[in-house]
């Protein structure tokens, strides 16, 4: 696609539910981090792909939090028994090359856990 | 752990003044990246800086990475109200995993 698609756009999830969402990065893209940004927040590193392979996932709040991209392209993010500590808007980016580049950053998921 | 800071935190300026953003650091920043983000929308990214002392313009726009690579700013020329967002800079602190600022946003009056 020509950016990076996120999915859903919005979720509501009643407290100890799991939610799983999608990121779709820029075909071909090697590197994939998923960011979590409260409100009026900057956005904090959860973790980071390099094509299949989770390097760094040192930013993930809990156990409760799991992320994926077992082909090294579509990424999800699951969190089990969601708590209303982990609303938020959940950014994905991604990125041509290893190191130092340019990230694309999708549209976001935005979770509020009642 | 690192800690990137940005003053101001807010900044509401009349259409045509000029607006600067500066990022500071407790530790040496490693490669500077500044991104804009609208209200509602997402980080949109505007320039890298690697080198000590390195300035870049664009447009409007100038961006500049101290000589001790311990701060940055960006500077904005005439403000338009097309430049209302959050303008956020990050650090790759040497590796993949960029540590974003806390913001300044701009707000533009007409």
């Known amino acids: 696609g020509a950016g990076v698609s996120q999915s859903p756009r919005y979720k509501v999830a009643k407290r100890g539910q799991d939610v799983a969402l999608r990121c779709d990065p820029i075909s071909g893209h090697v590197s994939l981090f998923w960011y979590q940004q409260a409100l009026g927040q900057g956005p904090e590193f959860l973790t980071y792909f390099q094509n299949e392979a989770q390097l760094d996932k040192s930013g993930l709040p809990s156990d409760r939090f799991f992320a994926e991209r077992p082909e090294g392209s579509v990424s999800t993010l699951k969190i089990q028994r969601t708590q209303q500590e982990d609303s938020a808007v959940y950014l994905c980016?991604?990125?041509?090359?290893?190191?130092?580049?340019?990230?694309?950053f999708g549209q976001g998921t935005r979770l509020t856990v009642v | 752990g690192q800690q990137v800071m940005q003053i101001p935190q807010y900044q509401h300026v009349q259409e045509g003044e000029d607006f600067t953003t500066y990022c500071n650091s407790s530790?040496?920043?490693?490669?500077i990246q500044w991104y804009k983000q609208r209200p509602g929308g997402h980080p949109v990214f505007l320039i890298q800086?690697?080198?000590?002392?390195e300035v870049k313009k664009q447009k409007r726009l100038t961006f500049q990475f101290g000589e001790a690579k311990k701060n940055s700013s960006l500077h904005i020329t005439a403000t338009q109200t097309t430049d209302v967002g959050t303008y956020f800079c990050a650090d790759d602190s040497g590796t993949y995993k960029y540590i974003f600022g806390t913001g300044t946003r701009l707000k533009v009056l007409a």
């Open positions: 530790t040496t920043l490693s490669n």
């Open positions: 800086l690697v080198k000590s002392g």
């Open positions: 980016a991604s990125s041509a090359r290893r190191g130092v580049t340019e990230a694309f």
